[in-house]
């Protein structure tokens, strides 16, 4: 979801705003894990700067190794620095050429959009080499979460979508227990939703962002949920192209499965 833009600097947490160095600094984004991207500066010289405050359960470290593996096959922001203190972690990366696909002006060009996020996604299964990735995200160890973050009272329904919400947890973690075969191993990005690949002024993909989760699983885990953001993002009807663009055909099994385990991972 997109976070609003403050209309000074108050507020700005402490290593931001002297990461920052004087530069001007806006809030461009909100992620669900409770951590905030600043971008700071202009020009050649802009950067990013994303504060997870203390208790946040994004994990910063963990997102700058798999920005530093990736960066060596794919275009991805490149970590400038990390750091962490009682109140929160932070992690500055470079910028990249474009702006995200949902963007008010690719908001209003969905075809264009959909279409770049497709092609982007599958340039980075290709890009990046399964076989030397030391990361994973597979099901199996995701579905070992969800039912860790259960037992701890952490999996709300509500929250979920709303095909999901009548499953109730006990049943929505049998049916992810279930685990569809492998239909090819790639590098996930892990967050394969709409906003986090950019586009260029032509419409073209130009690279992607938010890799915290990166690593090894089911093209599916990723090409369920790009195809689902469609909707949340541009509305319905866009799944298609987005699939045709990536070069799939539709799996309607493992796209049910792998919605499933997001809501449970979320």
């Known amino acids: 979801m997109a976070a609003a833009v403050p209309d000074d600097q108050a507020g700005v947490p402490a290593p931001v705003a002297s990461l920052a160095a004087g530069r001007p600094v806006s809030l461009v984004w909100a992620g669900q894990a409770g951590g905030l991207t600043f971008e700071a500066g202009t020009g050649a010289g ?3 700067v ?4 203390a208790g946040s359960s994004a994990d910063l ?3 700058a190794d798999r920005l530093s593996w990736a960066g060596r096959f794919h275009p991805v922001p490149q970590p400038l620095s990390w750091g962490a203190d009682g109140s929160g972690s932070w992690l500055a990366t470079s910028a990249l050429p474009g702006e995200s696909a949902v963007s008010q002006r690719w908001r209003a060009e969905p075809a264009v959009a959909v279409r770049a996020i497709g092609e982007g996604l599958r340039a980075l299964h290709e890009n990046l080499p399964a076989a030397e990735c030391p990361f994973s995200w597979q099901a199996a160890q995701r579905v070992t979460d969800a039912r860790e973050r259960a037992a701890a009272g952490l999996l709300d329904p509500a929250a979920w979508h709303e ?6 947890v006990r049943r929505a973690l049998r049916l992810a227990a279930a685990v569809p075969p492998i239909d090819r191993l790639v590098v996930c990005h892990g967050d394969a939703c709409a906003p986090n690949t ?8 130009s690279g992607h962002v938010g890799l915290e989760l990166l ?4 093209r599916w885990a990723d090409l369920a949920v790009a195809a689902w953001s469609t909707e949340w ?4 009807g866009w799944e298609r192209l987005l699939l ?5 055909r539709p799996d309607p099994e493992r796209m049910s499965y792998y919605r499933l385990l997001w809501d449970l991972a979320s």
Do not use: I, V
Request: proline share 8%; hydrophobic share 30%.
């Open 46 to 48: 802009r950067c990013f």
């Open 50 to 53: 994303t504060w997870a405050p």
């Open 61 to 63: 470290a963990g997102e």
């Open 163 to 168: 095909s999901h919400r009548p499953l109730g």
């Open 198 to 205: 950019l586009l260029t002024a032509d419409g073209g993909w």
């Open 215 to 218: 690593g090894t699983a089911d």
């Open 233 to 236: 993002n541009y509305g319905p």
């Open 244 to 248: 045709d663009a990536y070069g799939a």
